[in-house]
């Protein structure tokens, strides 16, 4: 298990990255004084998402999506904490220090290199086969109508009939036992020893977005009983349920495609490559939560285009159940159904590019194959079927995140059912549930409250603050949150808003601090110095009119000594030359 990434690199991620420069490679910025502002991608309407280049922080007068560069990929990619660091580390090419609860002799980072590093060479002999050790293998692919341009951009190669190429290699490396294994490329018999996997196949180096080959995919050349095909065995960087074929190839076109076509197999997302339709295939398994995931981190359009087969009709209907929690009312997903025993690999080459193309731009809507695939062999005519359709229909229609999406759904199932009084049909629904409570973005303004604000802002004000324990020792509400801040400033002077705010992700302060970041105080830029000393004098007076309170509630109470008159005295001089 992977410990935790330490806050020093964080601190250093966040000091390489430009938040400028990340979020310009994914939409266009325009520069508006000091800072830039480009139209929202978070909702859809026309509110502008604001990026300061001091603080390295967005955020949007709309929806109030804020945050530093991990923030906005986990918003827009919709990536975790975790792989938003990763993603960063890999943009500026350096590796995650993770801190080890315990040693281990080869920690899972090393091997996850090792591994790759390996895959790659590998590919390197299987493309070397392709053309030099069977003249089968490379005319079948072009039989396939697959080119020699789209060979060498798909890095596809050969495996040969020997059982022991792949093995000799690895262990020429004088690498581990376990690496050998690791790789997925190696089998172990009864008797103990190693063989390849892999004999005389087709090979399809599986991609990761970053180019990162995490396996391999081989197709038989002969009629032996074995599979059609067969994929690496899973390993540190290898999970067949979370890979998608073609995703690095389709993002090197474009970082953000307008739509995505999924496709069933390794051939059809070749045959459509030759064409300039970029599609990802899912690797012989049936689509699940990460593969949605993954595919809307790419894009919000969606079109799924399986096989004319029974089992391509089978998980048409099974995609559809499975990405309705995933629609939001930005999403669109679509399906091309093609004729019976046809994929698209077929039919490209039968019918040509343009044929298949008007298919492509002419997919069917899910919510028409939605009420069509329910509501067939029903006669919406007898009440039973109308019943039969609203209780069929309205689990499903509940499981969608997208209110716009809900309120069409609902309305078209209406006139389907012919329910069309509002009140009877809300109560058919049963959808009106308590709303949340929305984040108050109202606070009150208050000394602590700007304090704290402006250090957010403007982290370099702690320096001003030479003694942090005499502040610790005030009486005043929030205190301790504004010397927090002051001893992580202390301690790392040079931190920037973005970099700070990172010391309280996931805390309850976490979400309060990111809108005190972004906190219009009215208070002019040239005006920040001496508003924050003026916030101090107002905190200090605030401290010693509690110490007035305290000795008059006890004098009233029990009366005072002489010290404590003396120190009563004292503070009132005090109160009196600080308001003068």
């Given at each position: 298990m992977?410990?935790?990434?330490?806050?020093?690199?964080?601190?250093?991620?966040?000091?390489?990255?430009?938040?400028?420069?990340?979020?310009?490679?994914r939409?266009?910025?325009?520069?508006?004084?000091e800072?830039?502002?480009?139209?929202?991608?978070?909702?859809?309407?026309?509110h502008h998402?604001?990026?300061?280049?001091?603080?390295?922080?967005?955020?949007?007068?709309?929806?109030?999506?804020?945050?530093?560069?991990?923030?906005f990929?986990?918003e827009y990619?919709?990536?975790?904490?975790?792989?938003?660091?990763?993603?960063?580390?890999?943009?500026?090419?350096?590796?995650?220090?993770?801190?080890?609860k315990k040693?281990?002799k080869l920690?899972?980072?090393?091997i996850k290199?090792?591994?790759?590093?390996?895959?790659?060479?590998?590919s390197?002999?299987?493309?070397k086969?392709?053309?030099s050790?069977?003249?089968i293998?490379?005319?079948?692919?072009?039989?396939?109508?697959?080119?020699?341009?789209?060979?060498?951009?798909f890095?596809?190669?050969?495996?040969t009939?020997?059982n022991?190429?792949?093995?000799?290699?690895?262990?020429?490396?004088?690498?581990?036992?376990s690496?050998?294994?690791?790789?997925?490329?190696?089998?172990?018999?009864?008797?103990?020893?190693?063989?390849?996997?892999?004999?005389?196949?087709i090979?399809?180096?599986?991609?990761?977005?970053?180019?990162?080959i995490?396996?391999?995919?081989?197709?038989?050349?002969n009629?032996?009983?074995q599979?059609?095909y067969?994929?690496?065995?899973e390993?540190?960087i290898?999970?067949k349920?979370k890979?998608?074929?073609?995703i690095?190839?389709?993002?090197?076109?474009?970082l953000?495609?307008?739509?995505?076509i999924v496709?069933?197999g390794?051939?059809?997302?070749?045959?459509?490559?030759?064409?300039?339709?970029?599609?990802?295939?899912?690797?012989g398994?049936?689509?699940?939560?990460?593969?949605?995931?993954?595919?809307?981190?790419?894009?919000d359009?969606?079109?799924f285009?399986?096989?004319?087969?029974?089992a391509g009709?089978?998980?048409?209907?099974?995609?559809?159940?499975l990405?309705?929690?995933?629609?939001?009312?930005?999403?669109?997903?679509?399906?091309?159904f093609?004729p019976?025993?046809?994929?698209?690999?077929?039919?490209?080459?039968?019918?040509?590019?343009?044929n298949?193309?008007?298919e492509?731009k002419?997919?069917?809507?899910?919510?028409?194959?939605?009420?069509?695939?329910?509501?067939k062999?029903?006669?919406?005519?007898k009440?039973?079927?109308?019943?039969q359709?609203?209780?069929?229909i309205?689990?499903?229609?509940n499981?969608?995140?997208?209110?716009?999406?809900k309120?069409?759904?609902?309305k078209?199932?209406?006139?389907?059912?012919?329910?069309?009084?509002i009140?009877q049909f809300?109560?058919l629904?049963?959808t009106l549930?308590?709303?949340?409570?929305?984040f108050?973005t109202?606070?009150?303004?208050?000394?602590?409250r700007?304090?704290?604000?402006?250090?957010?802002?403007?982290?370099?004000?702690?320096?001003?603050?030479?003694?942090?324990?005499?502040?610790?020792?005030?009486?005043?509400?929030?205190?301790n949150?504004f010397?927090?801040?002051?001893?992580?400033?202390?301690?790392?002077?040079?931190l920037?808003?973005?970099?700070l705010?990172?010391?309280?992700?996931?805390?309850?302060l976490?979400?309060?601090?990111?809108?005190?970041?972004?906190?219009n105080?009215?208070?002019?830029k040239n005006?920040?110095?001496?508003?924050?000393?003026?916030?101090?004098?107002?905190i200090?007076?605030?401290?010693?009119?509690?110490?007035?309170?305290y000795?008059?509630?006890?004098?009233r109470?029990?009366?005072?000594?002489?010290?404590?008159?003396?120190k009563?005295?004292k503070i009132n001089?005090?109160?009196?030359?600080?308001?003068i």
């Amino acid at each position: 298990m992977m410990g935790k990434i330490p806050k020093y690199f964080i601190q250093e991620l966040l000091e390489r990255t430009n938040i400028i420069d990340l979020i310009n490679l994914r939409f266009k910025l325009k520069k508006i004084g000091e800072n830039y502002q480009a139209l929202c991608p978070f909702h859809h309407e026309k509110h502008h998402l604001l990026l300061s280049i001091k603080k390295q922080f967005f955020y949007c007068f709309g929806c109030k999506v804020h945050g530093n560069a991990i923030d906005f990929l986990m918003e827009y990619e919709k990536l975790n904490f975790l792989d938003s660091i990763t993603e960063l580390s890999t943009l500026h090419n350096i590796i995650i220090p993770f801190k080890e609860k315990k040693q281990k002799k080869l920690n899972i980072i090393f091997i996850k290199k090792k591994l790759h590093t390996i895959l790659s060479e590998i590919s390197n002999i299987y493309q070397k086969n392709l053309f030099s050790s069977n003249p089968i293998a490379y005319q079948y692919l072009l039989k396939r109508g697959i080119s020699k341009k789209i060979i060498y951009r798909f890095l596809l190669g050969y495996a040969t009939f020997q059982n022991n190429q792949i093995k000799n290699y690895i262990e020429k490396k004088k690498l581990e036992p376990s690496i050998l294994l690791d790789s997925g490329l190696i089998i172990i018999n009864k008797e103990k020893k190693f063989y390849d996997r892999f004999r005389n196949r087709i090979m399809f180096p599986i991609r990761d977005k970053y180019g990162n080959i995490n396996g391999f995919g081989g197709r038989k050349l002969n009629n032996i009983n074995q599979p059609k095909y067969l994929n690496s065995s899973e390993n540190p960087i290898f999970y067949k349920n979370k890979n998608l074929y073609g995703i690095y190839e389709l993002t090197v076109q474009t970082l953000k495609p307008k739509q995505i076509i999924v496709v069933e197999g390794y051939f059809d997302v070749l045959s459509l490559a030759q064409y300039n339709i970029y599609a990802v295939a899912l690797l012989g398994t049936v689509i699940n939560s990460e593969h949605c995931k993954k595919l809307f981190q790419i894009s919000d359009n969606i079109i799924f285009c399986y096989d004319g087969d029974h089992a391509g009709k089978k998980t048409n209907w099974i995609t559809l159940n499975l990405i309705l929690p995933f629609l939001k009312d930005h999403r669109t997903v679509k399906f091309i159904f093609l004729p019976e025993n046809e994929d698209p690999s077929s039919i490209i080459l039968k019918e040509g590019e343009e044929n298949f193309k008007k298919e492509y731009k002419n997919p069917k809507y899910y919510i028409h194959f939605l009420f069509n695939k329910i509501s067939k062999n029903m006669q919406l005519g007898k009440i039973e079927d109308r019943i039969q359709l609203s209780r069929l229909i309205l689990p499903l229609i509940n499981k969608i995140p997208g209110k716009n999406i809900k309120i069409h759904l609902q309305k078209l199932l209406g006139e389907k059912t012919g329910i069309l009084d509002i009140y009877q049909f809300k109560k058919l629904c049963n959808t009106l549930k308590t709303l949340k409570k929305p984040f108050n973005t109202f606070i009150k303004k208050t000394p602590i409250r700007l304090l704290i604000s402006l250090l957010l802002q403007n982290p370099e004000l702690a320096k001003e603050i030479k003694n942090i324990k005499k502040i610790n020792k005030f009486h005043v509400v929030g205190i301790n949150i504004f010397v927090d801040l002051l001893k992580i400033l202390h301690k790392n002077p040079n931190l920037a808003t973005n970099q700070l705010i990172e010391y309280y992700r996931n805390s309850k302060l976490e979400k309060i601090f990111k809108y005190l970041i972004v906190w219009n105080h009215m208070i002019g830029k040239n005006k920040i110095y001496p508003t924050f000393l003026e916030l101090l004098k107002k905190i200090k007076i605030q401290n010693l009119e509690y110490k007035y309170t305290y000795f008059l509630t006890k004098e009233r109470k029990e009366g005072l000594n002489i010290t404590e008159k003396k120190k009563l005295w004292k503070i009132n001089q005090k109160i009196v030359k600080h308001k003068i």
